[in-house]
């Protein structure tokens, strides 16, 4: 396994690399700059910040540059406000986390309790009603499901805040967040369950009489886990940067409006320590995912 490891961490380096030049150069082939909508600003004044941030400098050599200051760990500054990209990423990373570390959970936890009961009942009325809800909650989109939310639990009932960063409440945006995943997560559950519940060794563990609960969560759950967990990876890296669209309609100052601010004001350094994050988060989920199957099913080996 731990060749294995080294061989993916590996990969893991070279796919951030590539994304990080795909996404530095598609940034500067997009006609304009940073400093194009600053009307206030002389010809004068535009150089010398040209100049002070490197951008008057080929775009080839801008890249060398950014990477040597990547490997140091420093991301830059905001090209908009002045401020340390390292102390905006971290800033935006804990709210981003805290709200989808919890979406996470609850789609996890009830996407999965809900698809092993819906196997369990097949063709039966909860069955029915569980495909239901979970064919609606994957059909309705993040941001039609985020508006209706704020809109009437928020500004009609008034049962829950605006968005505060002194008083947040995190009911909304987590329902919003979570449903999707949720809802895919169960029934993805359900199929795997139903396929597991109808192997040979699930039939031969009933026929020599071993419990029913013992027979679907040892036997049936465990095997029916290995296709959720390689949805879950990507998932949960999605889910903790925080949806853009989320984020934005509830106002909340996580990673993903400060990717959407990035790219609304040009702020290439911005741009590139968001992009990179999600880059790392993702590649890590993936390889998380890919040792936990060993964990599941001990038959799993890696090659």
Same mark, same amino acid.
């Given at each position: 396994?731990?060749?294995?490891?080294?061989?993916?961490?590996?990969?893991?380096?070279?796919?951030?690399?590539?994304?990080?030049?795909?996404?530095? +150069? @598609?940034?500067?082939?997009?006609?304009?700059? &940073?400093?194009?909508?600053?009307?206030?600003? %002389?010809?004068?004044?535009? *150089? $010398?910040?040209?100049?002070?941030?490197?951008?008057?400098?080929?775009?080839?050599?801008?890249?060398?540059?950014?990477?040597?200051?990547?490997?140091?760990?420093?991301?830059?500054?905001?090209?908009?406000?002045?401020?340390?990209?390292?102390?905006?990423?971290?800033?935006?990373?804990?709210?981003?986390?805290?709200?989808?570390?919890?979406?996470?959970?609850?789609?996890?936890?009830?996407?999965?309790?809900?698809?092993? +009961? @819906?196997?369990?009942?097949?063709?039966?009325? &909860?069955?029915?009603?569980?495909?239901?809800? %979970?064919?609606?909650?994957? *059909? $309705?989109?993040?941001?039609?499901?985020?508006?209706?939310?704020?809109?009437?639990?928020?500004?009609?009932?008034?049962?829950?805040?605006?968005?505060?960063?002194?008083?947040?409440?995190?009911?909304?945006?987590?329902?919003?967040?979570?449903?999707?995943?949720?809802?895919?997560?169960?029934?993805?559950?359900?199929?795997?369950?139903?396929?597991?519940?109808?192997?040979?060794?699930?039939?031969?563990?009933?026929?020599?009489?071993?419990?029913?609960?013992?027979?679907?969560?040892?036997?049936?759950?465990?095997?029916?886990?290995?296709?959720?967990?390689?949805? $879950?990876?990507?998932?949960?890296?999605?889910?903790?940067?925080?949806?853009?669209?989320?984020?934005?309609?509830?106002?909340?100052?996580?990673?993903?409006?400060?990717?959407?601010?990035?790219?609304?004001?040009?702020?290439?350094?911005?741009?590139?320590?968001?992009?990179?994050?999600?880059?790392?988060?993702?590649?890590?989920?993936?390889?998380?995912?890919?040792?936990?199957?060993?964990?599941?099913?001990?038959?799993?080996?890696?090659?």
């Amino acid at each position: 396994m731990a060749k294995y490891v080294v061989k993916r961490v590996l990969l893991a380096f070279v796919t951030v690399f590539i994304i990080c030049a795909i996404t530095f +150069f @598609a940034m500067n082939a997009i006609p304009g700059g &940073p400093f194009n909508t600053e009307k206030a600003l %002389s010809p004068d004044v535009k *150089a $010398v910040l040209m100049e002070r941030y490197n951008l008057d400098k080929p775009v080839g050599t801008q890249f060398v540059l950014y990477l040597q200051n990547l490997i140091h760990g420093d991301f830059g500054v905001s090209l908009k406000t002045g401020r340390e990209i390292s102390t905006i990423i971290s800033d935006a990373a804990s709210i981003s986390a805290r709200l989808g570390g919890m979406a996470a959970v609850i789609a996890i936890i009830c996407g999965i309790v809900l698809g092993s +009961f @819906a196997a369990l009942m097949r063709n039966k009325l &909860p069955d029915r009603l569980i495909i239901f809800f %979970s064919t609606l909650g994957a *059909a $309705v989109p993040s941001f039609v499901l985020a508006t209706l939310l704020l809109l009437v639990f928020c500004i009609q009932l008034k049962w829950f805040p605006v968005w505060s960063s002194r008083d947040p409440s995190y009911v909304l945006p987590v329902i919003a967040l979570s449903l999707y995943p949720m809802a895919y997560i169960t029934r993805l559950t359900k199929t795997s369950m139903l396929d597991a519940l109808s192997q040979d060794y699930v039939r031969t563990a009933r026929a020599k009489g071993v419990p029913q609960w013992k027979v679907i969560f040892k036997h049936g759950l465990r095997n029916a886990l290995i296709p959720v967990i390689t949805y $879950v990876g990507p998932m949960v890296a999605y889910i903790l940067t925080g949806s853009l669209v989320v984020e934005n309609i509830f106002t909340i100052g996580g990673l993903g409006t400060q990717m959407v601010d990035g790219i609304t004001n040009r702020d290439y350094p911005l741009i590139m320590a968001t992009t990179i994050f999600l880059a790392i988060l993702m590649v890590a989920m993936n390889l998380i995912s890919d040792l936990i199957y060993k964990l599941v099913d001990p038959r799993i080996t890696f090659k």
